[in-house]
């Protein structure tokens, strides 16, 4: 029998199996990733993740929302950072797009994967979007400005720039803001 692993150990391979999942997701797609890629890049028994997930569809959500939700304390954090609004508004960018964007740039898959991922959890990325609005809301003090902030944000990203570019485009936009 197998020891008892324990809650730490257990959470770390949770995180493995997420991260494995995300980099076949990205690098083959949704359909062609299978259970075992999954597992094999894991490092893991495929038995294993039946015991963690139910099905691919279920390993594809928790991608999902581990990937944005895992953010969202950081970008919180950054706007009750000390520091001026410029810094603190490039923070929550930096956090809630170009780090999850520097994530899926380059990868053969990166756009299905997050198409698939909002048509599966709309939900999430529903939530994901709520936060940086509250968040450039807060540090902008003003509604009206954080939603066009964040549409203009999600322009940024339409051409599929590296991260560098998209680096100095939201610091250009945040120039226009602050």
């Known amino acids: 029998m197998a020891p008892k692993i324990t809650p730490e150990e257990a959470a770390l391979r949770r995180d493995s199996v997420l991260q494995?999942?995300?980099w076949?997701?990205?690098n083959f797609g949704y359909s062609k990733t299978s259970l075992d890629d999954i597992a094999k890049r894991a490092n893991i028994a495929r038995t294993l993740l039946y015991r963690m997930f139910s099905d691919k569809e279920d390993i594809y959500g928790a991608v999902f929302r581990h990937w944005l939700v895992s953010r969202h304390s950081q970008a919180r954090?950054?706007?009750?950072?000390?520091?001026?609004p410029w810094n603190r508004l490039f923070e929550v960018c930096r956090v809630m797009v170009i780090e999850p964007w520097a994530d899926m740039v380059g990868a053969p898959m990166a756009g299905e994967f997050f198409d698939v991922c909002e048509r599966l959890d709309p939900e999430i990325d529903a939530l994901h979007r709520q936060v940086a609005l509250e968040c450039i809301a807060a540090v902008l003090a003003d509604d009206a400005a954080a939603e066009v902030f964040l549409l203009s944000l999600d322009g940024l990203i339409g051409d599929e720039p590296t991260v560098s570019?998209?680096?100095n485009r939201v610091r250009l936009l945040i120039e226009r803001f602050v």
């Open 20 to 22: 494995a999942a995300r």
């Open 24 to 26: 076949c997701f990205l």
């Open 77 to 84: 954090e950054a706007v009750q950072a000390a520091g001026a």
């Open 165 to 167: 570019a998209l680096e």
